[in-house]
């Protein structure tokens, strides 16, 4: 009997445990779109309506060239986007702590990352940015 008590007591544990280190990715999960884009903080001197392809400066060669290939191609559909290797968020008391969960999710993702006015995605395909931004054109 002793040792089923200590089974459930450790059950019990790890599944709090479990859940304590899985609840962010839960919440990812279901505030994404279709498109697999999730809400992120405000982008400081972002451009409505412009698609942002974010690469760090001295990433991976092969990243660079993902995020430079995924700007020109959504250029050549007509999108607005900005190449860039740098930008800054506005996160303050109201927001919420699964939205700088996605952010940090998707910052330490595959790059290149790419926010569509105001939700983000990790190193998402030409076709999931065309239908975000179609998604969020009225």
């Known amino acids: 009997m002793k040792a089923l008590n200590v089974l459930l007591v450790l059950g019990a544990v790890g599944g709090g445990y479990y859940y304590q ?7 990812v999960v279901s505030t994404a779109s279709s498109n697999g884009f999730v809400d992120v903080p ?3 001197d972002a451009v409505p309506g412009r698609v942002m392809v974010i690469a760090a ?4 060669k092969e ?3 993902r995020a430079d290939a995924l700007a020109k191609d959504l250029a050549a559909k ?3 986007v900005d190449r860039t290797d740098k930008l800054a968020f506005t996160m303050d008391g109201d927001t919420s702590p699964d939205v700088a969960q996605n952010l940090q999710n998707i910052m330490n993702g595959p790059l290149p990352a ?8 990790s190193n998402p395909s030409l076709a999931e940015v065309l239908a975000e931004v179609k998604r969020d054109t009225p």
């Open 78 to 80: 007509g999108v607005a």
């Open 21 to 27: 280190t899985h609840r962010h990715e839960a919440a």
């Open 42 to 44: 405000a982008v400081q």
């Open 63 to 65: 990243d660079a060239q």
């Open 114 to 121: 790419v926010i569509v006015d105001g939700r983000g995605s």
């Open 57 to 60: 400066k001295h990433c991976s």
